[in-house]
């Protein structure tokens, strides 16, 4: 019973998590500005965080969550260098 | 699914429903993210997903773990507060971006600053 | 030998958290923390000075429940768009206080609540540019900002 239950959230929160990467990747793809797709990029890379760690549930394994904060540590500093970037033009002045 | 078997039913309930929550939040937070009409509205949006959408699904695999394992798995906080405390900042960063781009080309509906230069105020 | 003792708890405990609780992990933890807190001290950053710290749990706990509350409310403006119009606007604010800790942490806040954004910081007249979602009562959310969380941070960092 209780493995039914988690297995039928673990598939609808994936799908649900799908359904909001594509929709950032469709945000990412069309913009308009650039500023837009920086937020969009950032919105995916969480989406895929959060996929990963409902994998780790679905399978039980822990090594995903280590995959999932590589990936929160590397999609904050590339965002904050895109968003520099926009801003000055430069990322190391 | 050999260890959600012999899981209690509260805490696969309460896995099930965080788990839920944190992904309908994201959800509606890329929805709102493509529906929204202008950059400063939908900027609001993807934070639905990075303050309880992230809340939610860890709160569900620290429950999943710490039951499964029989002993307290807290590590998860750490990403939860890793986003929490990054993605203001870089949403910060961004909409400063945005505001002196659209004030350098004029853009209508963005409020003017007392200074003509900003790009050197820090 | 300690420029930093609370980031060198918090680095034990991170540490201790990722691995797990044994006497080799808390060694090697307070190693690589008491190594980092040095690191950190050659970058000589500005320390905070903590005024009534006790009121931080107070400060967490009011902003975890005004982040679902927003939460709650932003969900339910994207969801009906189009039957009812939002009310998007900028706000700007005059704050007190000058403090480097306590303008960001009202920034962190601020912009994680999904109702606001924190635009930008105008340090010549202490002003802030904020972006609301949906402005119902413009005198409700400088109450909320300046007396809900300005005086609290205040009171935190002096």
């Known amino acids: ?93 | 699914m050999s260890e959600a078997t012999d899981l209690p039913l509260w805490a696969a309930i309460a896995v099930a429903v965080f788990l839920l929550v944190g992904a309908a939040l994201a959800l509606i937070g890329a929805i709102g993210f493509l529906r929204l009409p202008t950059f400063y509205e939908r900027i609001h949006a993807p934070t639905l997903g990075t303050s309880w959408g992230v809340g939610g699904v860890m709160v569900a695999s620290m429950i999943f773990f710490s039951v499964t394992s029989g002993r307290p798995m807290m590590h998860e906080i750490l990403i939860g507060i890793f986003v929490t405390v990054t993605t203001p900042a870089t949403f910060l960063l961004l909409a400063r971006a945005a505001l002196h781009r659209d004030r350098v080309e004029k853009t209508k509906g963005v409020p003017e600053k007392h200074r003509a230069d900003i790009v050197n105020n820090d | 030998m300690f420029p930093f003792p609370i980031l060198a708890v918090f680095l034990v405990l991170m540490w201790l958290l990722l691995n797990g609780f044994t006497l080799g992990h808390l060694i090697i933890g307070t190693m690589v923390a008491v190594f980092a807190c040095w690191a950190m001290a050659s970058l000589r950053p500005e320390k905070p000075r903590l005024g009534k710290w006790y009121l931080l749990p107070k400060l967490l706990g009011m902003v975890l429940y005004d982040v679902a509350k927003s939460n709650a409310q932003v969900a339910a403006v994207i969801l009906r768009s189009g039957s009812r119009r939002h009310n998007p606007a900028f706000l700007t604010i005059q704050l007190q206080t000058h403090n480097h800790f306590s303008l960001a942490v009202l920034a962190i806040v601020l912009t994680s609540t999904p109702g606001s954004a924190w635009l930008e910081y105008d340090s010549n007249d202490n002003t802030v540019l904020l972006h609301v979602l949906d402005l119902d009562d413009e005198a409700k959310w400088r109450d909320m900002v300046k007396n809900r969380y300005e005086k609290l941070l205040m009171e935190i960092f002096v």
């Open chain 1, 1 to 93: 019973m209780s493995a039914i239950i988690v297995f039928t959230a673990v598939a609808v929160a994936q799908l649900m998590l799908a359904a909001a990467m594509a929709i950032a990747s469709v945000r990412m793809f069309g913009g308009p500005r650039a500023q837009d797709r920086i937020i969009a990029l950032d919105t995916l890379y969480i989406n895929a965080m959060l996929m990963l760690v409902t994998f780790g549930i679905g399978t039980g394994r822990v090594i995903y969550f280590e995959a999932a904060l590589v990936i929160g540590m590397l999609g904050f500093v590339a965002t904050v260098a895109l968003a520099k970037f926009l801003m000055r033009g430069e990322v190391i002045e």
